[in-house]
C-alpha cells in the first residue's frame, strides 16, 4: 500500500453499516485502498460474506458482522466485533437505509416508523455506541450518509427524506457536542447513484420522465457511481479533515448547484 500522507488510512479501522451493496461498498472499497481494515456490517449475511471474500482477495484487511441498526444489542455486538477484529474503531459510516416510495398521504405509521428506525435511530445508536471507544483513544471520525433529500423535498419518498433532514441535524449536533473530543462528524449528500434503490426510477417505465427530467439537471451529464463517493469519504476519515466538523457534502455531478 503507497503511502497517502495525510489521507493515509494504514492502522485504522472503519465500520460500515449498509457496507454489502452500493454506496456502502463503495465507501469501503474507498477506505479498504487507502489502508484501513473495514468491518462490513449488513442485515444479509450471505451478501456480506461474499463481500468480504471478494475484499480479503484483493489482499485487503476485512471482516463482517449481522447487524440490524435498529438494535441496540446489535449495534454494540458490531462495535465489539470491530474492537476484537480489528484492536480499534476509528472509522464510522453510517450508510444503512431504506426508502419507500408512497404519496404522502398512502404512508402508513408502520411504514413511517420502519424508516425512521433504519435511517436515523440507525444512524443515532452507532454513533452512541462509538463515542466512549473514540474518546479513550483521543479522536475518531463519523462519516454519516444523508442524501439529496437532506436538502430537496421528494414528493413520493416523505419519510425518507425526513429522516434524511434528521440525518445532517444529527451530524451537527455531535459534531458540536464531541469537537472537545477530537470527534469530527460530517454527512456526505448522493445525488442520484446508480444503486438497487434509485434502480426504479432508472428502468421502469413510469418514471420515464422523471428519470429524464433528473438527469438533464446533472451538469456532469451522468448519473453516479457508488465508487464516486470514496474520494470523499477518505477524505473525511483521514487526517485531511481534522479541522472541518459539521459539514455536509453533496456529491452530485453538480445537481444541487444547477
Not at 494504514?10 to 454489502?20: D, F, L, M, P, S
Not at 464510522?92 to 436515523?120: C, F, S
Not at 470527534?183 to 456526505?188: F, K
Amino acid at each position: 500500500m503507497p503511502d497517502n500522507g495525510m489521507f493515509d488510512l494504514t492502522g485504522k479501522t472503519a465500520v460500515i453499516t449498509g457496507g454489502n451493496g452500493g454506496i456502502g461498498l463503495g465507501i469501503a472499497k474507498g477506505l479498504a485502498e487507502a489502508g484501513a481494515s473495514v468491518l462490513i456490517a449488513a442485515r444479509n449475511a450471505a451478501k456480506t460474506d461474499a463481500v468480504v471474500k471478494e475484499l480479503q482477495s484483493q489482499g485487503f484487511k476485512a471482516a463482517g458482522t449481522t447487524t440490524n441498526v435498529q438494535y441496540e444489542n446489535e449495534v454494540a455486538d458490531m462495535v465489539k466485533t470491530a474492537i476484537d477484529t480489528f484492536g480499534s474503531v476509528d472509522i464510522l459510516v453510517n450508510n444503512a437505509g431504506i426508502g419507500i416510495r408512497k404519496a404522502p398521504q398512502d404512508y402508513t405509521l408502520d411504514d413511517w416508523n420502519q424508516i425512521m428506525d433504519v435511517n436515523l435511530t440507525g444512524t443515532f445508536l452507532p454513533c452512541r455506541e462509538v463515542y466512549s471507544h473514540m474518546k479513550a483513544a483521543g479522536g475518531g471520525k463519523i462519516i454519516n450518509i444523508g442524501s439529496m433529500t437532506s436538502i430537496f423535498g421528494h414528493d413520493l419518498v416523505m419519510p425518507y427524506s425526513a429522516s434524511k433532514g434528521g440525518v445532517v441535524q444529527l451530524t451537527k449536533s455531535i459534531a458540536t457536542a464531541w469537537a472537545k473530543d477530537n470527534i469530527q462528524a460530517n454527512a456526505i449528500l448522493p445525488g442520484w447513484i446508480e444503486t438497487e434503490l434509485t434502480e426504479p426510477i432508472r428502468t421502469h417505465p413510469d418514471f420515464k420522465e422523471r428519470f429524464e427530467l433528473i438527469s438533464a439537471r446533472i451538469p456532469h451529464g451522468r448519473w453516479g457511481l457508488p465508487e464516486d463517493m470514496a474520494g470523499t469519504a477518505v477524505f473525511l476519515a483521514s487526517a485531511a479533515s481534522d479541522y472541518v466538523t459539521g459539514i455536509s457534502i453533496p456529491i452530485d455531478g453538480g445537481y444541487v448547484a444547477f
